[in-house]
């Protein structure tokens, strides 16, 4: 290889670098309890745990809910809240349009801020 392409490989390299997805991952592990315990926890229509548990939940851009179900009570939805993930500011420094891109792709711009839900559920 000549001398000369490496610069030009490297910064091929760096910018398709996707910071966020790489380091922090595509998932977040969020803690649920409720009471009355037993609980089932729902997010985008699939059971991830019991309360109380703790559940992996996919990072994405859109809204994220999850939905907490127990007989003889209420449905109750809880608003997951994210944050911007400052890992991603990486490749807007270093020019990686690509890697913002995959970032962006795989939910990993952001992250869950709040960790912990803990939920009252009401009878029917």
């Known amino acids: 290889m000549k001398k000369r392409n490496l610069p030009f490989l490297i910064l091929i390299g760096m ?3 996707s910071c966020a997805t790489i380091l922090t ?3 977040d ?3 649920f309890t409720s ?3 037993g609980a089932s926890v729902f997010v985008k229509n699939v059971e991830k745990c019991k309360t109380p548990c703790n ?3 996919q990072r994405t851009l859109s ?5 907490l179900k127990l007989d003889g009570y209420q449905d109750q939805s809880v608003k997951l809240e994210k944050t911007f993930n400052p890992v991603s500011l990486v490749n807007i420094l270093i020019g990686g349009a690509i890697g913002v891109a995959v970032d962006a792709a795989t939910g ?3 992250k869950y801020q709040k960790k912990t839900y803990e939920v ?5």
């Open 15 to 17: 910018s398709s670098v």
């Open 25 to 27: 991952g595509t998932s």
């Open 29 to 31: 592990d969020v803690s």
């Open 35 to 37: 009471n009355p315990s």
């Open 55 to 57: 559940a992996t939940v």
């Open 63 to 67: 809204k994220s809910t999850a939905e």
């Open 108 to 110: 990993s711009l952001t």
């Open 120 to 124: 009252e559920l009401e009878a029917k």
